[in-house]
């Protein structure tokens, strides 16, 4: 059991060095450049596109106004 267990343990570790080698940036990078993040300025929650974080402002903000799209693509 023990010696499987460490197998194991030995296979995330390649993995993760594997992951590494091919570039531990890359997922942000990819988060950049695939579509900014339309981060809510009151509460700084994340929301994947402009509809839904003006649906966001609508449910969670009423109060306050929903920045132009410009503000977040540019
Ligand atoms: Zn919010």
């Known amino acids: 059991m023990v010696r499987g ?11 993760k060095k594997a992951d590494a ?3 531990g940036k890359s997922q942000l990078g ?3 450049t695939k579509g ?3 981060t809510c300025p009151v509460c700084k929650g994340q929301n ?3 509809k839904v ?4 402002f609508e449910n ?3 109060k306050d106004t929903c920045p132009p799209e410009s ?3 540019a």
């Open 5 to 15: 267990h460490a197998k194991q343990q030995a296979q995330e570790a390649a993995k």
């Open 21 to 23: 080698a091919k570039g």
């Open 30 to 32: 990819e988060a950049r």
């Open 36 to 38: 900014l993040k339309f």
């Open 48 to 50: 994947p596109n402009y």
């Open 53 to 56: 974080l003006k649906e966001h």
């Open 60 to 62: 969670k903000h009423p």
């Open 71 to 73: 503000s977040f693509t």
